[in-house]
Nanobody
Framework: QVQLVESGGGLVQAGGSLRLSCAAS????????MGWFRQAPGQEREFVAA????????YYADSVSGRFTISRDNAKNAVFLQMNSLKPEDTAVYYC????????????????WGQGTQVTVSS
């Protein structure tokens, strides 16, 4: 069992930066691939970024590649999403998730989810 709690969301102007954090409970955190998804009002939850259990591999949606960076600290049971050059279209609730299988792109690849943190980017 893994419990996930996101933090770091807020209101920022376009072009600004935010760093999201996800704190995980459970001794087996390092065995999970970790991902970030987001969901804007009226839209489906979409993949943002993922990182392998070791941190050696990262994956990004085209819309955030080059602006967002995912990282993890297994010693602290935490995963992070550094978001730079934010745009109004990045406005959404951001969710942290943990996957025990091989997939990372789809919501059904993930076993555990946090409750989300709101990110609002003003123009």
């Amino acid at each position: 069992q893994v419990q996930l709690v996101e933090s770091g969301g807020g209101l920022v102007q376009a072009g600004g930066s935010l760093r999201l954090s996800c704190a995980a409970s459970g001794r087996t955190f390092s065995r999970y691939l970790m991902g970030w998804f987001r969901q804007a009002p009226g839209q489906e939850r979409e993949f943002v970024a993922a990182i392998s259990w070791s941190g050696g591999r990262t994956y990004y949606a085209d819309s955030v590649s080059g602006r967002f960076t995912i990282s993890r600290d297994n010693a602290k049971n935490a995963v992070f999403l550094q978001m730079n050059s934010l745009k109004p279209e990045d406005t959404a609730v951001y969710y942290c998730a943990a996957a025990s299988g091989g997939g990372y792109l789809r919501t059904w690849d993930y076993d555990y989810w946090g409750q989300g943190t709101q990110v609002t980017v003003s123009s």
